[in-house]
């Protein structure tokens, strides 16, 4: 069965629109004042930011300061700013026509994304994230689904995470890239799956790619369905740790209903794993 479902895999159009499902994510960094910020918060991945040093760095001293919220810089209310600052200076239609592109805001309306369509049925995904970086450090706004970490900001290891994948995906000729690239055009035509992010998927693969020493594409089934076995274990048990820092837990954001839809739905996908790549 792995031989038929690997050569099954290799014939998939890799360059076709069922693939093409990144979304490019810019950081905006905000230019601000080094004043001693601080980090506390005892949920690995998400930090709150503060002012140190109000004596000397008083309240009002930077442009910035108007988003702090309860004594800390609020990542809801910078993005709303950003947000405003952006739609309101910038004509993105008027910028799309010039490129003879179609660019128009994207869902959620919550978030700052632009969806660009440059040929009849190729469009690619831009969101904007307002970052701010303490020495080695990058925090993101993101819409968080939980209330209580609205005033929370994301730790972002998406460039180490890219970094690491591109240099073990450099001996292997491109498999475990492509096999991300698979489980994402999986969850992105799969309404139950809709809720996994590429940052979750990646880190599956991370993962594995620390078991398996193999990655030749000849062998893509055989790590296409280890893959699916290790986010159904990393699902049941709710817990799914960055593999760039193992205190993160990367489902910290998903409800338990949507955990168990997400595991029914992979676990069903195993006795038959060619539904999934048919939709």
């Known amino acids: 069965m792995k031989t038929g479902l690997s050569r099954y895999l290799q014939t998939l159009p890799t360059d076709s629109l069922a693939f093409d499902t990144d979304t490019f994510c810019l950081p905006q960094p905000k230019p601000l004042a080094r004043k001693g910020q601080d980090t506390i918060v005892n949920v690995p991945g998400f930090f709150l930011v503060h002012h140190e040093n109000p004596e000397y760095f008083p309240c009002g001293s930077s442009y910035w300061d108007r988003c702090v919220v309860g004594g800390y810089l609020s990542p809801k209310t910078v993005a709303d700013t950003f947000e405003k600052v952006v739609a309101g200076s910038i004509s993105w239609p008027a910028i799309g026509s010039l490129l003879d592109y179609v660019i128009r805001p994207a869902l959620p309306p919550e978030a700052l994304m632009l969806e660009a369509q440059y040929e009849p049925d190729s469009h690619l995904v831009i969101d904007f994230l307002p970052s701010v970086t303490l020495d080695d450090t990058v925090l993101v706004t993101r819409p968080h689904q939980l209330a209580q970490y609205d005033n929370l900001w994301w730790l972002s290891l998406h460039p180490a995470e890219s970094a690491r994948l591109w240099a073990l995906d450099q001996a292997d000729l491109g498999c475990q890239y492509l096999c991300l690239k698979i489980l994402k055009a999986i969850c992105k035509s799969t309404p139950a799956l809709g809720h996994l992010t590429a940052s979750q998927l990646t880190n599956v693969n991370l993962h594995l790619a620390q078991e398996e020493a193999d990655w030749s594409p ?54 038959e794993p060619r539904v999934l790549l048919q939709t």
């Open 218 to 271: 000849y062998v893509l089934a055989d790590h296409f369905l280890p893959d699916l076995r290790g986010l159904i274990c990393y699902l049941e048990a709710g817990v799914l740790p960055s593999a760039l820092n193992p205190k993160v837990n990367l489902l910290a954001e998903l409800t338990p209903e949507e955990i168990d839809e997400l595991g029914y739905t992979l676990y069903c996908s195993l006795s």
